[in-house]
């Protein structure tokens, strides 16, 4: 049984279904992320976790009397373990990797551990295990690759033949026109290389083109290469879409992930603003550099609201989706389910109260110099429609050019389709005016 005192903080137990006892096997008063299946013996536990590495590996937890084992049974260079499934004959075990973002699976042998053959998927940015059968004899699994959707394969251990179920369908649509995403970095003002993943319309190779910044939510989220219709929709309109995966983004060992954990945040909330610094100094044509501007969905909605606010001037056109204006309100009126596990990231609302006013968009609104877009849904239970509102009143008051977006019927982000339609059209026209246009940046 596992308890989450935190999204990266996890204590596991055993239970005993006829005695009812609970027995803390670990995590109990520490600060790690675990993830835990019984091996082939059900006596020795496989666990994967950071606690003895700044990634996460695989290891054997033996329990014999009072005496504890760990063994470390397998890993990935600068990677972290995302996942392990046993089949369920207990013959071989699955497990997922995030690679440098890139996902993969490997197969060892649930008896000696050793490394077992898998097929060779050609040209995959990423690669899940789903189901295995019963018997242990065929296993599930989809690959994307940069342009096509995710296809699906079934894999049979015993003859190793491979057989493709799912092909790509995008009627009227040319998927070699996908542009893939490729892995660049951008200094930090520490020095810190920043990941990003930059996908190029193939004209702005040669043209000024405008930029678009996209942060990933979370925020222990990540950003991925492989096939994104949300992505390519920007490239087809003529914008280089950049997503970066600042410190605080998972997938990158536990010291970038924590790095950001409360008040450290305030070392390393610069990341926002030198993202776009480096674009606008490396990026130029002719001398010129390019219109950036950045968006991003709850913690990304967030990122946005603080790049135009304390760094005012950085960006030159921001999107907010179901972002944080004010994160001492934000505490107090998320659902009550969610503050604890967000406190752990944020801040206790007395003991960092001033690192909270510091790190709230709201309280550097007097700052925005450029044109700003808020959407909200009405119902978000995680991000309250009050965060957008009170940004949106305080902007008009001081006569800033914003426009708030609000689905009556949306929470956390829009889930119908027509409302999606709604939404980048709203989104693709506010860029196209004020990046694109001939009088964007004047």
């Known amino acids: 049984m596992a308890q989450y005192l935190s999204n990266s903080h996890v204590e596991y137990f055993e239970f005993n279904l006829k005695s009812k006892k609970l027995t803390p096997l670990f995590g109990q008063g520490e600060n790690e992320d675990y993830t835990a299946v019984y091996a082939k013996n059900e006596k020795d536990i496989l666990v994967v976790t950071s606690k003895f590495n700044d990634f996460k590996r695989l290891y054997l937890f033996t329990e014999k009397s009072k005496d504890k084992k760990w063994e470390e049974i397998f890993a990935v260079k600068d990677g972290d373990i995302t996942g392990l499934e046993l089949d369920h004959k207990r013959q071989r075990i699955l497990v997922s990797t995030n690679e440098q973002a890139y996902a993969k699976v ?35 699994f989809s690959v994307s690759t940069p342009q096509s959707p995710r296809m699906s394969y079934s894999y049979n251990w015993s003859t190793k033949k491979l057989f493709q179920w799912v092909y790509p369908s995008a009627p009227g649509v040319d998927l070699k026109k996908f542009v893939p995403a490729k892995l660049e970095f951008y200094p930090a003002q520490d020095g ?11 004209q702005c190779e040669k043209e000024l083109c405008p930029v678009i910044v996209h942060f990933h939510g979370g925020p222990e989220g990540q950003s991925n290469p492989g096939f ?12 280089i879409f950049v997503d970066p995966n600042v410190r605080g983004s998972d997938g990158y060992g536990k010291t970038w992930l924590h790095a950001d954990d409360q008040s450290k945040r305030l070392k390393v909330i610069t990341d926002i603003q030198d993202c776009a610094t480096y674009i ?11 219109l950036v501007g950045v968006m991003g969905g709850s913690y990304g909605g967030y990122a946005t609201l603080y790049a135009m606010t304390k760094f005012a001037g950085t960006y030159d056109a921001g999107v907010s989706n179901v972002g944080m204006s004010n994160l001492v309100t934000f505490l107090q009126n998320t659902a009550s389910y969610r503050r604890g596990l967000r406190m752990a990231e944020y801040g206790d609302l007395e003991k960092d109260r001033d690192a909270l006013i510091e790190l709230s968009p709201i309280t550097h609104i007097d700052k925005v110099k450029s044109p700003l877009m808020i959407i909200q849904g009405a119902n978000d239970p995680r991000v309250p429609a009050g965060e957008a509102l009170q940004i949106q009143k305080t902007l008009e008051k001081k006569n800033i050019p ?29 860029f196209k005016r004020h990046l694109q246009s001939p009088d964007s940046g004047k």
Do not use: C
Not at 123 to 132: E, L, M, N, R
Not at 407 to 430: M, P, S, T, Y
């Open 106 to 140: 490997y197969a060892l042998s649930a008896t000696t551990y050793k490394k077992q053959s898998l097929p060779n998927f050609k040209g995959a940015d990423h690669v899940f295990a789903g189901s295995t059968t019963r018997d242990g004899q065929v296993t599930m």
């Open 192 to 202: 810190t290389k920043i990941p990003m993943f930059v996908r190029r319309p193939p």
């Open 228 to 239: 994104s219709t949300w992505s390519q929709i920007y490239v087809d309109n003529g914008f």
């Open 280 to 290: 606008k100094a490396n990026w130029k044509k002719d001398g010129k550099s390019p």
């Open 402 to 430: 914003s426009s708030l977006v609000l689905f009556a019927d949306e929470g956390h982000g829009a889930e119908k389709r027509e409302n999606q339609v709604l939404q980048i059209g709203h989104i693709l026209e506010f």
